[in-house]
Every structure is written in C-alpha cells, then in structure tokens.
C-alpha cells in the first residue's frame, strides 16, 4: 500500500488496515466484485420497497429519488465512541443553556462574550420567545451534531443541526438492510444496536409534556406533506413511535389549546414533535402565507399548553457565525473546555478575517451563516474562477453573512463505486436525544458520504451517499495507536 | 366430509403455522446472539429459541452444544428433527397430497411450489452452493412468504364450510400455543420488577419477543409509549386487537367450533372446554395474571391448549 495523503477510516495512511477492519478487509478479499454489485442492487431494491426515497428540490424529471448507499460499512471503535460521547452531551448541554440564556437573561451577552449583533441580526433569532421558558429548559430536544475526522482521534464538529435534523430513517432503515443482506460481514462482529433510537425518542418527547397536560400526554408528527423531501423519514418516524403523522389542517387551536381532528372528534395534542419550519409553523405569528403551519400554534405555546419540539428560535443555535464560538459558549456555561473541537473558522464580519478569506478564496470552503444542505457554498479548490468571481461578488455585499473554513482533510472510508473500491470522503452525525431526564445519545449515526471522486460534498442534496455505521467493542482489536 | 380430511386440514394448517414461527425464532436469536455483550444477559440465546420451539430435549438428543450453526441446521433442514421447517413443510406437503381435492387450487399450489423450492434449496445446500449465514436470512424470508402465501389463499379461496373451519381451528391451536411457548421462554424478563427504561438489559430480548410476532410497530399504536415488559404480556395475553394474542387465538377457536357445532347440530366436550378457556381469559386481567404468576398462567394454558387439541381429535377426527 502506499502512503496517503488523507487519513482512511480502514488502512490509515495507507501502510496497514486498522484492526478495527480486520473483519471488513477479509470479507472485502473473498468477496468478488459481481457478488458486491449484487448485494449493491438487492439493497436499492429494499430500499424501493421500502420507500425510503428523497425529493430534491428543483429536479424536474426524477423527483423520487434514492440516496446512493454504500455497502462497505463505517466502523467506530467503542473508545473512540465513548470520548464522542461526552463531548456531544457536553456540546447539546451547552447548546441548551445558551438558549434558555439568549432567550432569557442574556447573561453571555453582558459577558461580552458573543458580539450582541450576531443574536439580534440573526434571521432565526425569534424575539417573541424572549423572556419565555420552555418545560425542563430543554430547547434542542433532538440535535445533529455533524462530525469529521482528520485522523486518529480526532474528529471536529463541522455543524450543528438544531432546527429539524434529518437522516435518522437511514442510520436505522441502513442497519436492517445491512443485517439481512450481510448476515456473513455481521457474524466477524458485535455492533451496538442502535433500534431502541424510537423508544429513547418516544421517552424524550413524553417526559418533556406541558405540566397541563392530563394522564398520557399526545404526542403527534407535524409534517409539511408527501412533496417534503424528508417526508418518507417522517412517515418512518410517526410509524415507529406509534404517534399520529398529521399535517397543519389536521390541527386547529380553540382557546389557545391544540387539538387533532379525530373520527371521535378534537383530541387534545400535548407535544408536536414539528418537522416544518419555524417561519412556517403558524401563519398568525410568522409567514402569513403558511398554508403548511396551524393557525394560533403561537398561542397555544405562550400559554404553556403544548410542547414543541424542537422549541421555536433554536435555528439561532445553528447558525454557523455562532458555531464558530462554540468552544467559547461551552466554556461560558459548563466551566469546562470543549471536548469537542470546532474546525477553524474565520468570521466574515472581522475585517481581518474578511481580509484573508477575500485573498484565499480558492483555498477555503465558504458558506453562507445560516444556509444548510450544501446550498450556497464554495469550495475553493474545487471552483472555477468564474464561480469565484460571482461567488466573491456575493461575499462583498455582506461579508457578515459569511464564514470560511480550511478544505478540511476529510478521512476517507472505502467504497463500492462503479465496479470497484474506492476511497470516498465521509461524515458521521450522531443524533442527540434530549428529555427531562438529560441527554442521551444511541451509539451510531449517520454516516454521509461523497460518492464522487476527491469531492467533499457529503450532502444528499448534492448527490451524498449513506453508509451503515457500526459501533463495536474494542475486544474486536488490539489496536496499540 | 371424512374424519381424515378434517384431520389433515387440521394439521396442514398447523404444520405450516409453526414453520412460520420457527422462522421467526431463527431469526429474533440471530439478532440477540449478535448483540455486544454488554447489551444482552449472559448468552444462552440458542438453547432458548430451543426451548420456544419445543426442541430442546431433542436437540440434546443428537448435538451436544447449541452453536448457532448446530441450532440453525437443526431447526430448518434436519430431517431427523420431526419440527425442522423443512419436516413441517415436508408433512404440510404430505397431508396436502392426501386431500387434493379438499384445497382450492391456489392452496395446494402454494404449498407444493413452497415444496419444490425447498428441495432445490436441499440440493443446492447439498452441493455446498447454498450454505452459510449468507443463504440463512432469503430462506427464512422464503419460509414466511410460503405460510403467508397458504395463510392467504386459504382465507381468499375457501368455501366457508367445514373445511375451512377446520384449517382455522388448526391454524389458531397452533399459533396460540407458539406464543404461549415464546412467553414461556421469556418470562423471567416479562416481570414487572423494575422501572427503567431503555437502560435496562433486558430491552434487547422485550423488543425481540415483539419482533418474533412482528408487533414493533403494533405494541406502539396500541400503547403508545417506550416498551415495558407487563405491557408486552398485556399484548400477547389479552388484546384482541393483536392477531397472534392468546385472546384473539380463543376468540377465534371458539367462533370456528361454534360453527362446527351448529352446521353439525351438535355441541360437544370441546366447544365447552375453548369457551371456558375464552372466558378464563376475558375475565383475567394483568394484575391477576403476575399474582397467579406468568409463568403459572402461562404452563397452565399451555396445558389446557393441548388439551383442547385432543378434544378436538376425540370429537372429530378419530372416530
């Protein structure tokens, strides 16, 4: 093998296969290429049947499409997990004190420690819940942490999805299709299981129910519809959970209480666990034009009759100028140092930042503060000069909207492309769950992975793939390193 | 219509049945068996799915360890195993054969394509073409695609007559003996003993009983909260509303007797003996059931099931 310049999730830096592999490397040596392609094809007809299928915006031919999955599991040691682990509860910890703070006394404001603009310019910043507390101080009840890897041990956060995090149906729906296709790859190892994701859910949205709520709080699914991208995941989700899937016209408000149309008449609904939008969620408070939202949700939440999930203004957390003072906030409310490290950041809105970022474009990655799914971004080494040029023109005309990361070196996991493996670049996002009873998060994820050659993209929006990702006990190696 | 008839409609259904929940069994172990071992108790996975199919004893008879790969080959293509799934499909055949003419075209058919599959299925296992884990999961998949096939055709095409009374009968005997079997197995991890949730050991063998009857999704619509092991004895005990329940099971088995009794004018031990069972478990409530003690509960059903079994036979099919 030959040495690498990327750190690869199976061989290294190319000089020899991680223990960790051992089981995937052999199965990978006696399993010829056609077998592989058939097992490739026997996955995507699961998934078909299953339905597991994503709309992209804009495409106008093929608006059902699958999300490329790779056969070629992700392994995580147990070790390496459990150090993740704590530096994810820490972050999500962090992430909902900084809420309940920004919404309340502003305490890391008059610290000094955030520039207040930063909050108040922020299009997700939602001045009606200032002043206002959610039950048990949780806001981000469910949070996508995204993670990469540079190399042994070490792994950044890369973003923080606080609003409406998807892929969950994958790293679960993954699991199964790989258990029934790869009973032979699966006997080499002890994965965690990562099926009781469902219930830890189910148990995180019951324990945060309004104290108003009588007997056996009702939970229910909002979603935007079938035209949704993410709407098979909703659907996957609701049927799990046992909870009703019911879009905005299935709910109406009548003195600020929810309830769900029902063939036995309203039915009291007690936490919306809401995968539509916060501008979206009722039309009397944001968008007018919302046909997706229920009209006087708003008020129903001021007076502390239903709970939502995730809390309206958490997309002020997920930010990406505000990530670039994650370490910071972790500090402020935790005492600690974050377990977890940030990829360096350069913030637009500083004038020397804005300064190298303008000179280095063709270097870095560039992205809009609060854009999301690999829209609006430049990728420096990977643009034209026209792209630059026109990209550059944007950048100009708010330098504050902007932040700019390094081309990370992205670790690469093998992958069945085509007819062959191959080294693709991958992500991991762990979900976090969090209740009354505090942070909990199911050992596996979501693991995103670039299907093109050299690319960094890992977006399913831009052609990303999943991979199946498997926690195992460290008995499995004897890794020195 | 003959006795024989009756009796081989009779056991063809439960043939097929326990083919069905012997696949299951397989493949809820698999899973556990493959959980680290700090999500699972101290092993014995094989020996338990042994023991919810009514095979241990002669299991031990001719293996002397239950590997996964002993328990495997001994539960599905062991011919001196009499329950080997491929001994059900093999008798289900069988008594088929014997009655043609008492099936609907489309029964018989799915039991003798389901046949014939299996045996090249043997040959290509024989020839070492078809071996391993690889080949385990698309032939358990097949033997369920077979029972829900027959189960189907049975339920589209019969005439409902006797004929189709008795491949009810069969089909509930059987499935209510299966779950009461499996909570048997399981009971010790059924008590209502602790409160936690999602932390607990035992989560991974609740949520495999709840797979083994495919009621993930069902326990969550019924009760709408995390997986507690009272509510998962509540299931399969006591809700008509769950399809392999022991009250849907008696729900059913009384409804066909009654059937019998009335097209044949004549009620007899048997009817008696199902409805007091129905009734035992109508008036039952959870609470009675952990003061009695499930496993109690659970052995004395057992009991009482099998014995319905050879009311029936006395009253209808050995005459």
Same mark, same amino acid.
């Given at each position: 093998?030959?040495?690498?310049?990327?750190?690869?999730?199976?061989?290294?830096?190319?000089?020899?296969?991680?223990?960790?592999?051992?089981?995937?490397?052999?199965?990978?040596?006696?399993?010829?290429?056609?077998?592989?392609?058939?097992?490739?094809?026997?996955?995507?007809?699961?998934?078909?049947?299953?339905?597991?299928?994503?709309?992209?915006?804009?495409?106008?031919?093929?608006?059902?499409?699958?999300?490329?999955?790779?056969?070629?599991?992700?392994?995580?040691?147990?070790?390496?997990?459990?150090?993740?682990?704590?530096?994810?509860?820490?972050?999500?910890?962090?992430?909902?004190?900084?809420?309940?703070?920004? /919404?309340?006394?502003?305490?890391?404001?008059?610290?000094?420690?955030?520039?207040?603009?930063?909050?108040?310019?922020?299009?997700?910043?939602?001045?009606?819940?200032?002043?206002?507390?959610?039950?048990?101080?949780?806001?981000?009840?469910?949070?996508?942490?995204?993670?990469?890897?540079?190399?042994?041990?070490?792994?950044?956060?890369?973003e923080?999805?606080?609003?409406?995090?998807?892929?969950?149906?994958?790293?679960?729906?993954?699991?199964?299709?790989?258990?029934?296709?790869?009973?032979?790859?699966?006997?080499?190892?002890?994965?965690?299981?990562?099926?009781?994701?469902?219930?830890?859910?189910?148990?995180?949205?019951?324990?945060?129910?309004?104290?108003?709520?009588?007997?056996?709080?009702?939970?229910?699914?909002?979603?935007?519809?079938?035209?949704?991208?993410?709407?098979?995941?909703?659907?996957?989700?609701?049927?799990?959970?046992?909870?009703?899937?019911?879009?905005?016209?299935?709910?109406?408000?009548?003195?600020?209480?929810?309830?769900?149309k029902?063939?036995?008449?309203?039915?009291?609904?007690?936490?919306?666990?809401?995968?539509?939008?916060?501008?979206?969620?009722?039309?009397?408070?944001?968008?007018?034009?919302?046909?997706?939202?229920?009209?006087?949700?708003?008020?129903?939440?001021?007076?502390?009759?239903?709970?939502?999930?995730?809390?309206?203004?958490?997309?002020?957390?997920?930010?990406?100028?505000?990530y670039?003072?994650m370490?910071?906030?972790?500090k402020? /409310?935790?005492?600690?140092?974050?377990?977890?490290?940030?990829?360096?950041?350069?913030?637009?809105?500083?004038?020397?930042?804005?300064?190298?970022?303008?000179?280095?474009?063709?270097?870095?990655?560039?992205?809009?503060?609060?854009?999301?799914?690999?829209?609006g971004?430049?990728?420096?080494?990977?643009?034209?000069?026209?792209?630059?040029?026109?990209?550059?023109?944007?950048?100009?005309?708010?330098?504050?909207? /902007?932040?700019?990361?390094?081309?990370?070196a992205?670790?690469?996991?093998?992958?069945?492309?085509?007819?062959?493996?191959?080294?693709?670049?991958?992500?991991?996002r762990?979900?976090?769950?969090t209740?009354?009873?505090?942070?909990?998060?199911?050992?596996?994820?979501?693991?995103?992975?670039?299907?093109?050659?050299?690319?960094?993209?890992?977006?399913?929006?831009?052609?990303?793939?999943?991979?199946?990702?498997?926690?195992?006990?460290?008995?499995?190696?004897?890794?020195?390193? | 219509?003959?006795?024989?008839?009756?009796?081989?409609?009779?056991?063809?259904?439960?043939?097929?049945?326990?083919?069905?929940?012997?696949?299951?069994?397989?493949e809820?172990?698999?899973?556990?068996?493959?959980?680290?071992?700090?999500?699972? *108790?101290?092993?014995?996975?094989?020996?338990?799915?042994?023991?919810?199919?009514?095979?241990?004893?002669s299991?031990?008879?001719?293996?002397?360890?239950?590997?996964?790969?002993?328990?495997?080959?001994?539960?599905?293509?062991?011919?001196?195993?009499?329950?080997?799934?491929?001994?059900?499909?093999?008798?289900?055949?069988?008594?088929?054969?014997?009655? *043609?003419?008492?099936?609907?075209?489309?029964?018989?058919?799915?039991?003798?394509?389901?046949?014939?599959?299996?045996?090249?299925?043997?040959?290509?296992?024989r020839?070492?073409e078809y071996?391993?884990?690889?080949?385990?999961?698309?032939?358990?998949?097949?033997?369920?695609?077979?029972?829900?096939?027959?189960?189907?055709?049975?339920?589209?095409?019969?005439?409902?007559?006797?004929?189709?009374?008795?491949? *009810?009968?069969?089909?509930?005997?059987?499935?209510?003996?299966?779950?009461?079997?499996?909570?048997?197995?399981?009971?010790?991890?059924?008590?209502?003993?602790?409160?936690?949730?999602?932390?607990?050991?035992?989560?991974?063998?609740?949520?495999?009983?709840?797979?083994?009857?495919?009621?993930?999704?069902?326990?969550?619509?019924?009760? *709408?909260?995390?997986?507690k092991?009272?509510?998962?004895?509540d299931?399969?005990?006591?809700?008509?509303?769950?399809?392999?329940?022991l009250?849907?099971?008696?729900?059913?088995?009384?409804?066909?007797?009654?059937?019998?009794?009335?097209?044949?004018?004549?009620?007899?031990?048997?009817?008696?003996?199902?409805?007091?069972?129905?009734?035992?478990?109508?008036?039952?409530?959870?609470?009675?059931?952990f003061?009695?003690?499930?496993?109690?509960?659970?052995?004395?059903?057992?009991?009482?099931?099998?014995?319905?079994?050879?009311?029936?036979?006395?009253?209808?099919?050995?005459?």
């Amino acid at each position: 093998m030959s040495k690498t310049r990327f750190f690869d999730e199976m061989n290294g830096y190319g000089e020899t296969t991680r223990a960790l592999y051992a089981g995937v490397a052999d199965w990978l040596k006696k399993t010829p290429a056609d077998i592989l392609a058939t097992r490739r094809a026997q996955a995507e007809l699961m998934f078909r049947r299953i339905g597991i299928t994503f709309a992209v915006y804009g495409g106008n031919d093929d608006t059902e499409r699958l999300i490329p999955f790779d056969i070629i599991p992700r392994i995580v040691s147990q070790s390496e997990w459990s150090a993740l682990e704590i530096g994810l509860v820490q972050r999500v910890n962090a992430l909902n004190m900084f809420l309940s703070d920004i /919404y309340g006394a502003r305490e890391i404001l008059k610290a000094g420690v955030l520039p207040p603009d930063i909050i108040y310019r922020n299009a997700y910043f939602r001045p009606e819940m200032a002043g206002r507390r959610v039950p048990h101080d949780v806001w981000v009840h469910i949070a996508g942490i995204d993670l990469v890897r540079t190399g042994e041990g070490e792994f950044f956060v890369l973003e923080d999805n606080a609003r409406t995090p998807s892929g969950v149906s994958y790293m679960l729906e993954n699991r199964e299709v790989m258990m029934r296709l790869m009973p032979d790859l699966f006997s080499a190892y002890r994965i965690a299981p990562v099926d009781n994701y469902a219930d830890a859910l189910l148990a995180a949205l019951r324990s945060v129910a309004p104290t108003a709520a009588r007997g056996e709080p009702t939970v229910v699914l909002l979603t935007p519809g079938q035209y949704n991208s993410a709407y098979y995941e909703h659907s996957f989700l609701a049927d799990r959970l046992g909870i009703e899937l019911v879009e905005g016209h299935d709910l109406s408000v009548r003195e600020e209480v929810v309830y769900m149309k029902t063939t036995q008449g309203p039915k009291r609904v007690d936490v919306i666990y809401r995968r539509v939008d916060d501008d979206w969620i009722d039309p009397l408070s944001f968008n007018p034009d919302s046909a997706l939202g229920v009209p006087g949700l708003m008020n129903a939440y001021y007076a502390g009759n239903v709970t939502i999930t995730n809390a309206v203004g958490t997309g002020v957390a997920d930010d990406k100028a505000i990530y670039s003072y994650m370490p910071e906030i972790v500090k402020f /409310y935790t005492g600690q140092e974050a377990k977890l490290g940030n990829v360096q950041t350069w913030r637009c809105r500083e004038p020397d930042a804005y300064k190298y970022v303008r000179e280095h474009l063709d270097e870095l990655v560039v992205k809009e503060v609060n854009g999301s799914g690999g829209y609006g971004m430049l990728v420096g080494p990977h643009a034209t000069r026209a792209d630059i040029d026109e990209f550059a023109k944007r950048l100009d005309a708010d330098p504050a909207n /902007y932040i700019a990361q390094p081309t990370l070196a992205l670790s690469t996991c093998p992958a069945f492309v085509d007819d062959s493996i191959a080294p693709r670049h991958v992500d991991l996002r762990p979900f976090v769950l969090t209740g009354a009873n505090g942070v909990h998060v199911v050992p596996g994820g979501l693991t995103r992975v670039a299907m093109r050659a050299g690319s960094l993209v890992v977006n399913s929006s831009q052609g990303g793939g999943t991979k199946d990702t498997w926690i195992i006990e460290d008995t499995n190696s004897n890794e020195g390193a | 219509m003959l006795a024989r008839t009756a009796e081989n409609l009779y056991w063809l259904a439960r043939y097929i049945e326990r083919a069905d929940f012997t696949a299951r069994i397989i493949e809820v172990t698999a899973r556990l068996a493959a959980l680290p071992q700090n999500y699972r *108790r101290s092993g014995g996975e094989w020996e338990s799915a042994l023991a919810a199919v009514g095979a241990l004893n002669s299991f031990k008879a001719s293996f002397s360890e239950a590997t996964e790969s002993n328990v495997v080959f001994f539960l599905t293509f062991d011919e001196a195993n009499p329950s080997s799934i491929r001994r059900c499909l093999e008798q289900a055949r069988i008594n088929a054969r014997t009655i *043609r003419t008492a099936l609907t075209a489309e029964m018989w058919q799915s039991i003798n394509a389901g046949w014939l599959e299996l045996k090249a299925m043997e040959e290509k296992r024989r020839g070492g073409e078809y071996s391993g884990a690889d080949s385990i999961q698309p032939f358990l998949e097949f033997v369920k695609a077979v029972s829900l096939d027959f189960d189907g055709s049975s339920y589209r095409t019969m005439l409902r007559n006797d004929a189709y009374w008795f491949n *009810r009968i069969g089909l509930y005997c059987e499935r209510a003996d299966n779950t009461a079997r499996l909570m048997d197995v399981k009971y010790n991890v059924l008590l209502p003993k602790t409160e936690e949730v999602g932390g607990s050991l035992d989560y991974f063998q609740w949520t495999a009983i709840l797979r083994a009857v495919s009621a993930q999704t069902a326990y969550h619509w019924v009760y *709408r909260e995390s997986v507690k092991p009272w509510l998962i004895a509540d299931l399969l005990i006591l809700r008509k509303e769950m399809p392999r329940s022991l009250a849907y099971c008696y729900d059913g088995l009384t409804r066909f007797l009654d059937s019998l009794g009335k097209a044949y004018g004549k009620q007899g031990l048997a009817q008696r003996h199902a409805r007091n069972i129905l009734r035992r478990i109508d008036s039952a409530s959870m609470e009675s059931i952990f003061q009695q003690g499930l496993h109690e509960f659970v052995t004395k059903f057992i009991e009482d099931n099998n014995r319905l079994g050879a009311l029936i036979a006395e009253q209808y099919l050995h005459h």
